[in-house]
């Protein structure tokens, strides 16, 4: 099973399964898992816990690896890499944003944005720059010297969303990303990645709420390891 047909696809999994060894217990979390993200889609990723949604976000993050099968991130081949290149593709290529956020404290809303640049052997010249612009994008322009601890939730994930966009990369995973926000806020941030959806960005979201599932352009549905149910266009309510 298969997204839409495309030459070459922003991220690709071929017969991916993921085996944990938890004493003598053995779970598989993703068993022969196939699909392609086609450029500019707007995936939801939906399914109970244990499902199989995390595994399948880390390993599309290069987080985790495979046990079997093949993941190609614009058709770069991750099994073949060492930790050191899977790094260095999971920078260039993959923006993550995540329910907690994962802002450095200790840093301002600038420095935060580019944190992803500080892990290239030659951060550009003209990060600050970008990142002044990204803030702006989000609505930050006047919080630019704010650090996490004094900002709200919802500026907090803008700011992870910029950091998310900050190498232009092929493929945005979004975790939960409006769960520790309110409904309000909520709202806020999917009318975010709706307008990053419209600009072509790839998107992939993985959550539980259906209301938030519907945001999104197409629902992947998973149950133990495995494609539940694929549905494209605004019928995903449905």
Same mark, same amino acid.
């Given at each position: 099973?298969?997204?839409?047909?495309?030459?070459?696809?922003?991220?690709?999994?071929?017969?991916?399964?993921?085996?944990?060894?938890?004493?003598?217990?053995?779970?598989?979390?993703?068993?022969?898992?196939?699909?392609r993200f086609e450029q500019g889609e707007y995936w939801?990723?939906?399914?109970?816990?244990?499902?199989?949604?995390?595994?399948l976000l880390n390993i599309l993050g290069c987080i985790?690896?495979?046990?079997?099968?093949?993941?190609?991130?614009?058709?770069?081949?991750?099994?073949?890499?060492?930790?050191?290149?899977? =790094?260095?593709?999971?920078?260039?290529?993959?923006?993550?944003?995540?329910? =907690?956020?994962?802002?450095?404290?200790?840093?301002?809303? /600038?420095?935060?944005?580019?944190?992803?640049?500080?892990?290239?052997?030659?951060?550009?010249?003209?990060?600050?720059?970008?990142?002044?612009?990204?803030?702006?994008?989000?609505?930050?322009?006047?919080?630019?010297?704010?650090?996490?601890?004094?900002? =709200?939730?919802?500026?907090?994930?803008?700011?992870?969303?910029?950091?998310?966009?900050?190498?232009?990369?092929?493929?945005?995973?979004?975790?939960?990303?409006?769960?520790?926000?309110?409904?309000?806020?909520?709202?806020?941030?999917?009318?975010?990645?709706?307008?990053?959806?419209?600009?072509?960005?790839?998107?992939? /979201?993985?959550?539980?709420?259906?209301?938030?599932?519907?945001?999104?352009?197409?629902? /992947?549905?998973?149950?133990?390891?495995?494609?539940?149910e694929v549905v494209h266009g605004r019928e995903v309510?449905?």
């Amino acid at each position: 099973m298969s997204g839409r047909d495309s030459a070459e696809p922003v991220a690709e999994l071929e017969e991916v399964s993921r085996v944990y060894h938890l004493g003598e217990n053995v779970v598989t979390a993703l068993d022969r898992f196939s699909f392609r993200f086609e450029q500019g889609e707007y995936w939801a990723v939906m399914g109970s816990s244990g499902s199989g949604k995390s595994t399948l976000l880390n390993i599309l993050g290069c987080i985790d690896r495979p046990s079997s099968g093949s993941y190609r991130v614009r058709g770069e081949e991750s099994a073949a890499m060492d930790d050191d290149a899977l =790094s260095d593709l999971r920078s260039r290529e993959i923006g993550f944003v995540f329910q =907690s956020y994962n802002l450095i404290p200790q840093l301002d809303v /600038l420095e935060n944005i580019m944190v992803p640049l500080f892990y290239q052997d030659e951060p550009p010249a003209d990060g600050p720059l970008r990142a002044r612009h990204l803030a702006e994008r989000v609505g930050l322009a006047e919080r630019l010297d704010h650090r996490p601890p004094e900002l =709200s939730g919802g500026q907090q994930q803008r700011v992870a969303i910029a950091r998310a966009l900050i190498n232009d990369p092929a493929l945005i995973l979004a975790d939960e990303a409006t769960g520790n926000l309110d409904s309000a806020t909520a709202v806020e941030i999917l009318d975010l990645f709706d307008e990053l959806h419209a600009e072509g960005k790839t998107i992939l /979201l993985v959550t539980h709420e259906p209301a938030v599932g519907e945001r999104a352009e197409s629902v /992947l549905r998973l149950t133990d390891g495995h494609i539940a149910e694929v549905v494209h266009g605004r019928e995903v309510g449905a």
